[in-house]
């Protein structure tokens, strides 16, 4: 009697703890699984609400050119002083250095000696007009400000220029060297007064033989920068 | 005539003055910002923007950018201290100048010559194309002003660089063009002419700074005349170009 009362109690116990090992004691239970995809649908990209920045390329505005239109006058060597006009053009290298072109037209007048002599005329109409374009570099050896009263200061550039090119007069295309210098006044960040002094050499041979000739030209000019 | 010149000079004025465009605002990363009077190195110093403060570029100059500061102040900073600023993005603002790594690499190039052509000054306008670092297409206009007589010509040809990689470069070049001489009216008997021109070259350009070169070349003309024999002329010259 006893022996069977043990037995009972002993299969209790081992049903009670083998019980607890059972799978279906789980107290967390698992999440579903997703369901797959259908064919053809895209799968759910997370979208995060963030908004983007657009990044901005820097568009700077350069002004290395600077261009522009003198007027002045001009002394043709034995033609006498006459206006002339003109265009320019500048590229700024750098501060201290910069490529320019320049041409220009004047009427060259009557020499001494045609005047006085009162005979023909040496040169036609045509032959009279004084007409170069020059290329060459220039260095602003003296740049500063210019002080007009107690309040205004401009920028300003001493400059010297030296070109090479070629001049129409009497007939005939001269190789012409020239030789300048110049003052620079900006009056606006953009726009610049130019007073300059040019001296085109070049060998002219209308009175008798090739001689070299100095043309001195005296300009007042306005350029911009763009 | 010069009215319509003037009038044409006040246009380009004033679409110059209206062209400029809004730049990018930076802001100050270094320490701080210099602000002299003008684009150069000798203007003196008016203003210091803090680290940390805005600035809006308004334009560039060579080395030199002009800013205006949150209080309207306008001032010229110089590259090396723009490079240091930083875009709204957060980037550093980039400044791709050309340097000395572009040469060799770069497809376009304008330049002036001045030289001898068979005893005549020559004075040349040059611009050139680059297909790939050795081969280029030049184009090349001049004005040729001798003592007896002046003249033009303008010719095509290819150059080859045989090696882009060093700082100074030998380059061969071939080509065709016209050309056409004026003797000058003193001399009596002769006429202007113009005739079919080829020549072959060898020269050198070297990299001198920025977009900066300085270039030297020697050519060999055979102008095709219409007499029994072709004219053989040299022509030597040398100058500077930029590169883009």
């Known amino acids: ?226 | 005539m010069m009215r319509l010149a003037a009038c044409g000079l006040l246009i380009f004025l004033t679409a110059i003055a209206t062209a400029r465009a809004e730049g990018p605002s930076v802001t100050v990363a270094d320490p701080y910002l210099e602000l002299r009077t003008g684009p150069g190195r000798g203007f003196p110093v008016f203003h210091v923007v803090e680290r940390g403060e805005t600035v809006r570029v308004e334009t560039r100059r060579t080395d030199w950018f002009q800013v205006v500061d949150a209080d309207g102040r306008e001032g010229w900073v110089h590259k090396g201290q723009m490079a240091e600023t930083l875009l709204p993005a957060g980037v550093k603002l980039a400044i791709d100048d050309p340097a000395r790594e572009d040469f060799g690499a770069h497809r376009r190039e304008v330049g002036l010559l001045l030289g001898d052509y068979g005893g005549a000054n020559v004075v040349t306008l040059y611009g050139a194309y680059a297909f790939n670092e050795h081969l280029a297409a030049e184009l090349a206009v001049a004005h040729i002003l001798g003592n007896f007589s002046d003249g033009q010509y303008a010719t095509i040809g290819v150059t080859h660089v045989p090696v882009p990689e060093w700082r100074i470069q030998p380059f061969l070049s071939i080509g065709t063009g016209v050309i056409r001489i004026r003797p000058e009216g003193t001399l009596v008997g002769t006429e202007e002419r113009t005739d079919q021109v080829a020549y072959a070259g060898i020269g050198v350009r070297a990299y001198m700074a920025r977009r900066f070169i300085v270039r030297g070349e020697v050519k060999e003309y055979v102008v095709f005349t219409d007499r029994d024999e072709n004219e053989e002329d040299v022509e030597w010259k040398i100058g500077f170009a930029f590169f883009f």
């Open chain 1, 1 to 226: 009697m006893e022996n069977r009362i043990r037995i009972l109690l002993l299969s209790a116990v081992l049903l009670a703890s083998g019980c607890s090992y059972m799978p279906w004691r789980n107290d967390t239970p698992e999440a579903e699984p997703p369901p797959p995809p259908e064919a053809g649908e895209a799968p759910v990209v997370i979208d995060p609400a963030v908004e983007r920045r657009e990044i901005e390329t820097a568009k700077i505005d350069t002004e290395n050119w600077e261009a522009g239109a003198y007027v002045g006058s001009l002394s043709v060597e034995d033609f006498e002083v006459n206006v002339v006009y003109g265009a320019r053009i500048a590229y700024h290298l750098s501060e201290d250095y910069f490529a320019e072109a320049i041409a220009g037209t004047s009427d060259a007048g009557l020499s001494s000696f045609e005047r006085l002599s009162g005979g023909a005329p040496l040169l036609t109409d045509s032959e009279r007009q004084f007409t170069y374009y020059s290329l060459g570099f220039g260095w602003n050896a003296l740049p500063g400000e210019i002080f007009l009263g107690g309040k205004r200061a401009y920028n300003s550039a001493v400059y010297l220029t030296l070109g090479a090119g070629a001049t129409r007069f009497a007939g005939a295309d001269r190789f012409t060297i020239t030789a300048g210098a110049g003052a620079r006044v900006l009056i606006r960040d953009w726009l610049a007064v130019h007073l300059d002094m040019r001296d085109y050499i070049m060998d002219v041979d209308v009175l008798g033989r090739n001689k070299s000739t100095h043309n001195y030209e005296a300009t007042l000019g306005l350029t911009a920068f763009f």
